[in-house]
């Protein structure tokens, strides 16, 4: 089942610019392969279930030696048969909003 999670991840009690981190974080979901839209607050990861759980996995691991405390927030939206959701669900509101 095709799944679209918006994840934010990042360290807490870090000092200064969480751009380091979240860039780290990035990298891990860029080398996934899978479609992604890097957003203000999270980052949107298109894919099957369990290809999707995986990056988010990764996406932890990747920082957890360094940090004591970790935030982690996941939404995931899955639905049957959908490809291209993550450009799709955006057009789809677009096209109903006046100009």
Same mark, same amino acid.
Request: charge should be negative; include cysteine.
């Given at each position: *089942?095709? /799944? +679209?999670?918006?994840?934010? /991840?990042?360290?807490?009690?870090?000092?200064? &610019?969480?751009?380091?981190?979240?860039?780290?974080?990035?990298? /891990?979901?860029? =080398?996934?392969?899978?479609?992604?839209?890097?957003?203000? *607050?999270?980052? =949107? +990861?298109?894919?099957?279930?369990?290809?999707?759980?995986?990056?988010?996995?990764?996406?932890?691991?990747?920082?957890?030696?360094?940090?004591?405390?970790?935030?982690?927030?996941?939404? =995931?939206? &899955?639905?049957?048969?959908?490809?291209?959701?993550?450009? &799709?669900?955006?057009?789809? /509101?677009?096209?109903?909003?006046?100009?």
């Amino acid at each position: *089942m095709s /799944v +679209i999670v918006q994840l934010s /991840v990042f360290p807490l009690h870090s000092q200064g &610019s969480l751009a380091p981190h979240v860039a780290r974080v990035v990298e /891990v979901i860029r =080398a996934s392969g899978l479609p992604f839209q890097l957003g203000p *607050m999270g980052t =949107a +990861i298109e894919g099957e279930w369990a290809e999707v759980m995986a990056v988010v996995n990764a996406c932890y691991r990747e920082l957890e030696p360094d940090f004591d405390r970790i935030h982690l927030s996941l939404t =995931a939206d &899955s639905r049957r048969g959908r490809q291209g959701g993550l450009t &799709s669900k955006i057009s789809s /509101v677009l096209t109903r909003i006046e100009p």
